[in-house]
């Protein structure tokens, strides 16, 4: 699977758009990307998946460069339940195994 | 659905011990998966199966660990003899495989404190 990249911490002022970065720069073609949140002492929560196009679901959105090689999570208006640890997963469509990383702790501010 | 359902929620045990953790997956979801969280190593994926079969037992540190899926609704996770280097959340996770998409649904985890 190919290893992602994400900086360890983040703030967000609450109200606003947090985006939290991912670079997977050796992704192959049949990997799709993942994003998880865990939210202190719970068990990780699926958030969105995509392949190479813009997904978009009620919780987040997820922009995918045109080569692949990195992604943003966008929450259009981040809330102090927001914060959590955000993990961006690489996952090949032919098996179900998901590798967790370090991911990024957000931290949303008042 | 209530979702996946581990028991314990906690479990403080002396070293030499053997601990069983057990899960419920949520009905209908094929694939089930084992992880562990310590502050040290993150989330490691310890084992996952699919249709009840194992299918990549690569992530279990060492013959002390063991799990089982006898049915389609039910599965453990057993560590013996415990020691102290085994305390950690221990989750476990189901998704119905597609092939397409795996969204995994994690249960709350069991805290094992192995003294």
């Known amino acids: 699977d190919a290893k992602t990249t994400q900086p360890p911490s983040m703030d967000c002022a609450e109200g606003r758009a947090a985006n939290l970065p991912c670079n997977h720069s050796t992704i192959s073609g049949n990997e799709y990307v993942y994003w998880y949140r865990q939210i202190h002492s719970q068990g990780p929560q699926y958030i969105i998946h995509g392949l190479k196009n813009n997904e978009t679901n009620e919780m987040a959105s997820l922009i995918i460069t045109e080569d692949r090689k990195s992604s943003t999570l966008i929450l259009p208006h981040a809330t102090l339940r927001d914060t959590a640890v955000y993990y961006c997963i690489v996952r090949v469509w032919s098996t179900d195994k998901l590798i967790f990383g370090t991911g990024t702790r957000l931290q949303v501010f008042p | 659905d209530a979702g996946v359902i581990q028991s314990p929620r906690h479990e403080v045990t002396e070293m030499g011990q053997e601990v069983t953790l057990r899960c419920k997956p949520i009905?209908?979801?094929?694939?089930l998966f084992w992880y562990r969280q310590t502050m040290m190593r993150g989330l490691e994926l310890l084992i996952y199966?699919?249709?009840?079969?194992?299918?990549?037992d690569s992530g279990m540190p060492e013959d002390r660990f063991s799990a089982k899926m006898p049915n389609a609704s039910f599965s453990t996770l057993k560590i013996q003899p415990s020691e102290p280097r085994d305390s950690a959340v221990y989750f476990c996770?189901?998704?119905?495989?597609?092939?397409?998409?795996?969204?995994?649904?994690f249960g709350q985890g069991t805290r094992l404190t192995v003294v």
């Open positions: 009905s209908g979801h094929n694939s």
């Open positions: 996770a189901s998704s119905l495989s597609t092939g397409m998409n795996t969204e995994a649904f």
């Open positions: 199966f699919n249709n009840n079969v194992p299918i990549d």
